[in-house]
DNA sequence: CCTACCGATCGGTAGG
DNA sequence: CCTACCGATCGGTAGG
């Protein structure tokens, strides 16, 4: 594959990413995204097989990037509570570097064939998994309270994965302080210290 | 209209949310409906003039349960953080009490066109507001931390919202667990006390 | 509630 | 990347 058509192949799937974050998948037709590119729809096939081929790659790549943030914070020696506070920091910066991939992420899987539908959601438990993890650990060292494990760590991913939801680059707080603050709202509670 | 005719009515919405809920409003057709229902597509328009119209409607009713079961709470002169209490009780219990309800109301308002939408997101906001207003006087009565206003009832939201995705009828907790889990960890935080 | 049908749009292909 | 087209399916309607 030659490089110019390496580079319209992304633009492609950035397209189709727009597209199916604001509108969804099965409401977004091939003519859709064509148009957007401004060429006609049966081009689209010199790039794809498929219009699920492009849902395909967009949620691979998502995938990929939460398992590269999570990976060497997971397989570091620092401390459960410590692990912890860097993988949402991590998560939030893949969540907020691009909302629109997030979007297609926690929304759009779904219409995958069966085949591939299997194999998205088993990455996402094993996402789910490494987190679960962590919260083992800092329960058992007792930087966590003595939690229901797998609760808390839907709690945490919940909490994370609904950012996109309302985060705007133009918005009021940097990644950074979102992370901070859900960190810090999480491990320390919502009641007055004391109360 | 006739009792009989009603009751259709009655299977009909609850079919569709079935569906909408399984595949997604886009995904499901007139005759995925109608076939569920045993009789064919052209039938189902004795009852509904569009398909958007059982969206609609389905989105409507989801947002009615939620409104009825947080107005009382909000009305009341409880505490705040009592408020907020049964406030989630009451919220969790909707979820639970119709997952695949709570599934429509989550994911498919974007497929209503401009002026139903528009609607939908506004009794969404007004929601919102409401729960925040509680946060609001939690912090100003003390039972609260100095928290951010608006991330913390997006936070209280999120940790809310998400339940419909793991929640089954048949699984380990009650709603009642549920909701009671999801309040000590949110006012209490994840950190073991004094850590 | 059914039969029979409408125009529009869908994902995708052949040949250039 | 385009033109021209395919069969399938879509939401919806008329008349009974």
Excluded: C
Excluded at 141 to 170: C, H, P, V
Excluded at 177 to 192: D, P, Q, S, V
């Amino acid at each position: 594959m030659t490089e110019v058509a390496a580079a319209r192949r992304d633009v492609l799937l950035a397209t189709a990413e727009q597209l199916f974050a604001a509108r969804g998948y099965q409401a977004t037709s091939v003519r859709d995204i064509a148009e957007a590119m401004d060429i006609k729809a049966g081009s689209l096939y010199a790039h794809i097989e498929t219009k699920e081929d492009l849902l395909w790659e967009i949620l691979t790549a998502a995938a990929d990037r939460f398992f590269a943030a999570a990976d060497p914070i997971v397989e570091s020696d620092l401390l459960p509570m410590e692990k912890l506070r860097q993988l949402i920091a991590a998560h939030v910066q893949v969540i907020t570097d691009g909302a629109s991939l997030a979007a297609v992420y926690m929304n759009e899987w779904r219409h995958l064939t069966d085949l591939r539908r299997t194999e998205f959601t088993a990455r996402r438990d094993a996402y789910e998994a490494l987190v679960r993890g962590i919260v083992r650990d800092g329960i058992r060292s007792g930087e966590l309270a003595d939690l229901d494990e797998k609760f808390a760590t839907l709690l945490i991913l919940s909490s994370m994965n609904w950012i996109y939801q309302w985060y705007r680059t133009d918005g009021p707080m940097t990644p950074d302080e979102i992370a901070r603050k859900l960190t810090e709202m999480l491990f320390k509670g919502l009641r007055r210290a004391g109360a």
